[in-house]
């Protein structure tokens, strides 16, 4: 697992570490201490602490005029054990809700298992993004599959043409434009 690296291509568009707004602002990297672990496995130092210890994150783009953030996760989602929702919800998204974020694009290609409990937090989150959502874009299949036994497919878009595996090639705006159209057809379905 130390050799998965958050992706960085976008650090010339956002750096977390160098938004007063964001969670994660003022803090240092040191690229040449492996001190983070998931289940005794290092991590890449780059990763950021969210308050789980199974479960990492990296925003690697927060736009405010067009009020999304894209957070990339890796590890094991435990909501049974160690409430990772609660985390997410408590120390990265209601920061990013007090700055008007209410569109978020999750990364899941490094989630590795879920474990899902109640959906309180999933809830809380859909009511307070009002026009906004949340996507999840290439999480595996049995994690999406274990969403849908906790009723999280509820809050969450995900699945379908939010299958997006060269999300890499595009500048943050493209890749959010490419997935608010996919949320948009979904709501105007509806």
Request: charged fraction near 25%.
């Amino acid at each position: 697992m130390h050799e998965i690296e958050p992706y960085y291509s976008w650090l010339k568009y956002y750096d977390s570490t160098q938004d007063e707004h964001s969670p994660f602002y003022g803090k240092e990297h040191d690229y040449g201490l492996y001190q983070d672990a998931i289940y005794n496995f290092y991590i890449d130092p780059a990763w950021d602490f969210m308050g789980s210890e199974t479960l990492y994150v990296k925003l690697l783009c927060v736009d405010y005029h067009h009020r999304f953030a894209v957070i990339e996760f890796i590890g094991e989602w435990n909501d049974a054990v160690s409430n990772d929702i609660m985390f997410l919800k408590r120390n990265i998204v209601d920061h990013l809700a007090a700055h008007g974020i209410n569109k978020y694009i999750l990364i899941g290609e490094n989630v590795f298992n879920f474990h899902g409990s109640d959906d309180c937090y999933y809830e809380e989150w859909f009511e307070e993004v009002e026009d906004g959502w949340v996507a999840a874009v290439n999480f595996r299949d049995f994690v999406t599959e274990e969403w849908g036994n906790y009723a999280i497919d509820n809050y969450i878009n995900f699945g379908g043409q939010l299958e997006i595996h060269n999300w890499r090639t595009m500048t943050p705006t493209v890749f959010f434009d490419r997935v608010n159209n996919v949320i948009s057809k979904r709501i105007d379905l509806t």
